[in-house]
């Protein structure tokens, strides 16, 4: 099981395995932090807590210590015409919580399978542990990003919304192309600071109405860096900044900061690239007003294989304008 998983994944893909295992229905209780975000994750979830419910209200046990309580762990025991089997999940030497395992009567635990079902719980404590530092740490990620946006937008008044826009076309753009969760949540992230570097740049050039000078324009040309160093800093978002970094590359190798060409800009860059372009065109800024949908589409279009990579062009063009339309009125 790869380590990178966030804690709902990892709970879902325990409960899928034990079950494929044991033909039962399993469900985890998890202590403290662990609860509220293992009852609230995923439909399935929901279901196996309901169906626990329902064999506890059956057999007048108010509340699932009381189960506990009476039944030992580690042996497998009849309750109301089903087996139960109970397993505490350690970590670091302490109680977390307990996993069950309930299935019908005519199937007994049998000494080999209880062996294994023991054996893949005693790994599941590390696995578990590991999941909810890494979305510990998520969490904390993007309480910085969420005030990092905010002061980007409180700068540069006509950039309101944008990154939010830019991350929610980003998104169904990587939807339609396949990427898995944890990628989309990458670009998520990337798409909403992908102009965090524009904070080192002054108000009066932001929101300068008038032809900016070249030196102004060779300040806004480093944001894509500056918001590198600064995304950089934040502990496991390396990547997301790398991302940042490539954002204005473009395809044709004609791009900034490094001139990268076609697939040595990171997918993620070029997905945002084409969402960030067809967001600008339609927005207001200081010195212009926002152009038509058509008009956006038509210049993304003009771009394929300049400005923008071409397969992910085809994916945009595949998602429906409905959508679309309806992000570029937040
Ligand atoms: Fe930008």
Known sequence: MRLDLDFADVINKLITLLEGLTGGDIFFVLKNNYVERHYYTKNGIWKKIHFIKQILKENKYRKLNHMLKEYPVYYPFLLKGNYCYIIPIIIKNSLKGYTFIVREKTREFKEQEIEVINNIL??????????????????????????LVKAIEAKDTYTKGHSQRVAAISNLIAKEMGFTPQTMKKIDMAAVLHDVGKIGISEKILNKVERLTEEEYNQIRKHPENGYEIVSQIK??????????YHHEKWDGTGYPEKLEGEFIPIESRIISVADTFDAITSDRSYRKGASIEKAYEEIMINIGKQFDPFVVKNFLNIEREKIIKIIKI
């Open 122 to 147: 005693s790994q599941a404590g590390v696995v578990i542990e590991n999941s909810f530092l890494i979305e510990e740490t998520h969490a904390m990620n993007f309480e910085i990003v969420k005030s």
């Open 236 to 245: 496991n978002m390396l990547q997301i900044a790398e991302i940042i970094k």
